[in-house]
């Protein structure tokens, strides 16, 4: 059986902590203990801080919309922007030497380190979808 929780935020700062208290409480209500919790945190701010200021350029008259699920296989995490999309490839890998001092990346780069599955699609309807998962 998998259980799932959906929430729509404004597109502020604010949004990056209550999106992250949300997933604590959601994953500890599933079951989940401190070290899994502390994994995907880090992957779940930048996600939704990415959603708030890359992708809805703080217009808080577009929601940030997150998706939490858990399930037999995987706690999965869905989060959608409004804004105008990006081809993650054209982003600068943060460990290549003449990338260090760049802040573009970083994100992209802790998501894919805390998380066992991370994509991103453009959605139909607009926006931006970034689509993780962390296997149990």
Do not use: Y
């Not at 059986?1 to 599933?30: G, H, K, W, Y």
């Not at 003449?98 to 380190?113: D, V």
């Amino acid at each position: 059986m998998t259980a799932t929780r959906q929430i729509n935020l404004p597109s502020r700062l604010e949004s990056v902590d209550e999106a992250a208290m949300t997933v604590d409480e959601f994953a500890r209500s599933c079951g989940f203990g401190d070290d899994f919790i502390s994994s995907i945190d880090l992957a779940i701010r930048e996600s939704v801080a990415n959603a708030v200021k890359h992708g809805n350029k703080f217009d808080e008259s577009k929601q940030v919309e997150l998706t939490i699920a858990d399930s037999d296989e995987a706690f999965e995490v869905i989060v959608r922007d409004h804004g105008a999309g990006f081809d993650v490839d054209d982003v600068p890998d943060p460990t290549n030497p003449e990338n260090l001092l760049k802040a573009n990346g970083r994100g992209i780069l802790f998501m894919n380190a805390f998380m066992d599955e991370v994509r991103w699609e453009n959605h139909a309807g607009g926006g931006m979808v970034v689509k993780m998962l962390k296997k149990k």
